[in-house]
């Protein structure tokens, strides 16, 4: 049989992965569809709802929204909250552009794409909440290097120096993939056309590290205000969202370079 790389695409955005769903409204909708096109709608309605829990999130972080009607979300958050969403956006329209020729149909793509990082985002600023637990583990890949560091490290400036040697090894990856990105004629189209960093993929990446690193403050000041260790914490982050992102962009580059093609020949 053929082996098509139709399993790439569950590989960034699993449609199996409803950790804040409502039983009774997305997976009802879900299982009703008989379509894409059906399944999308469903899914463009989950991501709505869970913005809104971001919203809340956000509420309950802010200083200033209990000493007014009208709570308002800190001028802090607000300049994670804007980063994030056009980075998410402009992510998912590369993701879209880059799997034409996985299943489903684009809208498909982009709103199962959207989900995935919505709910992500929800996950992560849930971690700043004082009855929820504070650790990020999206690095699950870490290299022997760093493993070997880790184990190693007899204090936390050690430790700080393992993470941070990683976290520059990872940045480069994410750059390189960016540039290879701008080199695919799959992804360069939809870069405006060009062969360089530049236009989409330069919005993407500036706004994804403007978000990890506002975000990644952000999140070291509140849990140093809770738990000891401020530095450690933002190194931490750092560490994970750039791996996080990483592997991100070598699904995206994998979807990209399938061309439509099958993948090996054929099986008994």
Known sequence: MHKKLIVLLAVLMSLTKVLYAAPSA????YNRAQNDGQVALCMKAETGRILNQIQDVYLKLSQNHSNTENPKIDEKLQEIYKPWLSYRNRFCSLYTKASEFMFGGDVYKKESCLLELTSEHLDLM???????????????????????CYKKALNNQQLETCMKTETELLFQKVRDNYFALSQNPQTSIWNNGSGLMSGNLKDTYEYWLSYRNKFCTYYADTLSKMLSNKAVWQESCLLNLTADQNKSLETVLLNANSGGEESGEDEE
Do not use: A
Not at 26 to 29: A, F, L, N, P
Not at 129 to 134: G, N
């Open 26 to 29: 997305y997976e009802g909708c």
């Open 126 to 148: 849930k971690h700043l909440l004082p009855d929820e637990k504070h650790n990020i583990n999206l690095n699950k890949d870490p290299s022997q290097s760093y493993e070997e």
